[in-house]
């Protein structure tokens, strides 16, 4: 099994922006889809965004729609998620996984980076 390793992680205050790296590691990627979720304490996980690594095709919750940003880069097995705009209801710990073909769901998952969005 490869790795994910997320960074870029931080405080900022309301209406600043951040953006997450996703680096997967141990060779030549293999995935059919990436993803950014979230959880904060207290509430079930939720998905932010998607995206199909051959196509980039992309996918992205209400909330953030129009806010964040998926995007790739597939030579560095690397993927993004620039946030912009962001509000205190963001705050959560932010986790990438990718969905390996073959895979019937997400079955690898990085540590997880935290976002404070202070009012």
């Known amino acids: 099994q490869g790795q994910l390793t997320e960074s870029g992680g931080g405080a900022v205050q309301a209406g600043g922006s951040l953006r997450l790296s996703c680096a997967a590691s141990?060779?030549?990627?293999?995935?059919?889809?990436m993803g950014w979720f979230r959880q904060a304490p207290g509430k079930e996980r939720e998905i932010v965004a998607r995206?199909?690594?051959?196509?980039?095709?992309?996918y992205y919750q209400d909330s953030v729609k129009d806010r964040f940003t998926i995007s790739r880069n597939r030579a560095m097995n690397t993927v993004y998620l620039q946030m912009n705009s962001l509000k205190p209801e963001d705050t959560a710990v932010y986790y990438c996984?990718?969905?390996?073909?073959?895979?019937?769901?997400?079955?690898?998952w990085g540590q997880g980076t935290q976002v404070t969005v202070s009012s």
């Open positions: 996984a990718a969905q390996q073909v073959g895979a019937r769901d997400y079955n690898l």
């Open positions: 141990g060779g030549t990627f293999t995935g059919y889809a």
């Open positions: 995206m199909r690594w051959a196509n980039g095709e992309t």
